[in-house]
């Protein structure tokens, strides 16, 4: 399997519980429906330590696919703004994303077993 990694901040002036309610309510059920090479989708949302400086990001989003085939197939969609799913996700992130400030990378994963 193939592994993609997210780092997403969320907008100036957007809280963390409205930035949480529109990743789930809205952003991630268009991703289940338009991007249909998924195997697992995974959001993790950091919580700050006591005494500690917020989190560098919002959300850590996995996603887990086939094949790089499946990866590239998503990115090609996402990447492409000028699509009609390009454009569902791209006005989509506007609303809650900082988009400057979220970042993707393409993960070899290595896992002990305990």
């Given at each position: ?26 952003h ?23 005494g500690a ?11 887990w ?5 499946g990866?590239?197939?998503v ?36 896992a002990?077993?305990?």
């Open positions: 399997m193939i592994k993609t990694i997210s780092f997403m901040k969320r907008k100036p002036g957007l809280s963390r519980e409205d930035f949480i309610r529109h990743y789930e309510e809205h991630a059920p268009l991703a289940l429906k338009h991007l249909p090479t998924f195997r697992k989708y995974v959001r993790n949302y950091p919580v700050a330590m006591p400086d917020e989190p560098e990001f919002d959300c850590m989003t996995e996603f696919f086939d094949d790089i085939e990866a590239l197939k990115q090609e969609i996402l990447g492409d703004y000028k699509t009609e799913v390009g454009r569902i996700f791209l006005e989509d992130e506007e609303r809650f994303l900082d988009r400057s400030r979220s970042r993707s990378f393409l993960i070899d994963e290595r002990s077993q305990i």
